[in-house]
């Protein structure tokens, strides 16, 4: 396997740390005086999220990490594993463990195509669209005309996440979410 | 930003010629480099692209040159980061008559006009490295990059470096151990660095010879000497201080800029 020299570090190289897979997220060289250089590098763990850092001596290196980020449209569930296919074509499938798909669970609708992260081909973590569009299966009833702000009621999602809405949702609206934040951003047309 | 940038350089300029420091061009390339360990020159036709253009300008100094500058071009490989760039600008000066004493005043005047006047501290070597917030057990320079990053003053000259990081320093005839360098460093940047020179020729081989030891045992090629440069200091080096101050990292720091990248029209 290829190897990266400390001076080929830059953020988003994919790297072997302490036997995990790790992206780079900053890489800062540091040569204070007329001294021997360093770097100081933050790593994300790619299987736990984690971030790490830790100095190297300029001229070190860490092993190429073989990880790919695969655009993949998510299949079923069933109940141990998440099933992905790939988009090219091959109709090549993987399983990821509800571990490893984490709380992007409550943001997989099937059919729709997010992105698996792959190292030596098995997944290690899947990443939701920025937006989906989820149905709601359970609210309190809508306030007719309430469509001022203020006021937010739970809403249980075809997924079975809950999310907060605005109290003029109703039972089988379809919401448009921001993923990364968890929050409802409008009712979709339809 | 090419304009705060073309309008600074000029502002440098003016300062060196109210002061009657000429300007001077040396080469860029030249048959030898430095011997510094850590200084690593890019190899370019029969030669290396210039990690400074001290040995040049000593030379003149050598051979009867006034006090002199030089704003220009100097390459260091493998050094590419928020506060470096393999090709930088660099602005390095040399004055007859003066010791480091005398030279930190006047960066502190360079300063003061592209940045605004403020106060300075000095700080020896010794009690910046003992106020250190890293560990003991980490290398030297780890340490150093630490204590640095920890200053509460915002301009501070570091002072007494220890013989062994003299470079081309003289060492203090009164604090033995300790050597004529300094670095001012702003803001938690490094920003220039600078001697009252040596000129003693025999030290100054013994200094290059103990170099080459070390890049020996670091795994590094060897550097020639570069005999032009000895030959001159052992017809005399007119007593006199010397400073290089990196441009890039000034204006970073005029502008407000993070990264040097953000001041360089191409990285």
Redesign the interface.
């Known amino acids: 396997m290829a190897s990266f020299a400390t001076?080929e570090f830059r953020s988003g190289l994919k790297v072997m740390l302490e036997g995990d897979p790790c992206s780079i997220l900053e890489?800062?060289?540091?040569?204070?005086?007329?001294?021997?250089?360093?770097?100081r590098v933050k790593f994300r763990n790619l299987k736990t999220g984690r971030v790490w850092e830790r100095?190297f001596k300029?001229g070190e290196s860490l092993e190429a990490a073989d990880v790919m980020d695969l655009d993949m449209e998510y299949l079923y569930a069933d109940g141990e594993f998440f099933h992905f296919m790939k988009t090219d074509g091959s109709f090549e499938q993987v399983a990821a463990a509800v571990a490893v798909v984490g709380e992007a669970k409550d943001w997989l609708k099937e059919q729709e195509v997010c992105q698996v992260t792959l190292w030596n081909d098995d997944p290690i973590a899947v990443t939701p669209p920025n937006f989906v569009e989820l149905e709601v299966t359970e609210t309190d009833p809508g306030l007719k005309g309430d469509t001022a702000q203020g006021g937010t009621k739970p809403a249980t999602l075809s997924t079975g996440a809950t999310i907060k809405v605005p109290l003029f949702v109703n039972i089988g609206d379809v919401l448009r979410i921001d993923t990364r934040t968890g929050d409802y951003v409008s009712r979709s047309k339809g | 930003m090419l304009r705060r940038r073309a309008a600074a350089l000029s502002d440098i300029r003016a300062f060196f010629a109210e002061r009657n420091v000429l300007e001077v061009q040396t080469p860029v390339l030249a048959p030898a480099t430095v011997t510094d360990p850590h200084v690593d020159a890019i190899p370019a036709g029969d030669g290396f692209l210039q990690t400074s253009p001290e040995y040049a300008m000593k030379r003149l100094l050598a051979a009867g040159a006034p006090s002199i500058y030089q704003l220009g071009p100097a390459f260091r490989a493998g050094e590419r980061g928020r506060l470096h760039n393999p090709e930088f600008t660099l602005l390095e000066w040399y004055r007859l008559g003066y010791d480091d004493q005398a030279l930190m005043q006047e960066v502190a005047a360079l300063v003061d006009r592209l940045l605004g006047s403020d106060q300075y501290t000095f700080n020896r070597y010794d009690d910046l490295l003992a106020q250190s917030p890293a560990p003991a057990h980490e290398p030297e320079e780890l340490r150093l990059a630490a204590a640095i990053e920890s200053l509460s003053a915002r301009r501070v000259f570091i002072t007494h470096y220890p013989a062994e990081q003299a470079a081309l320093a003289r060492l203090h005839e009164q604090e033995p151990g300790t050597a004529a360098r300094f670095e001012l460093v702003v803001d938690g940047v490094e920003l220039a660095n600078g001697y009252h020179e040596l000129g003693d020729e025999a030290q100054l081989r013994a200094r290059f010879d103990q170099d080459n030891e070390v890049r020996r045992r670091l795994g590094k090629p060897e550097r020639a000497l570069d005999e032009a440069f000895l030959a001159a200091m052992a017809a005399g080096l007119p007593d006199c201080a010397g400073v290089a101050l990196g441009v890039d990292r000034l204006l970073l720091l005029a502008f407000g800029a993070r990264e040097l990248r953000e001041v360089l029209a191409f990285d």
Do not use: C, D, R
């Open positions: 001076n890489n800062e060289f540091v040569k204070p005086g007329k001294g021997q250089a360093f770097n100095t300029s």
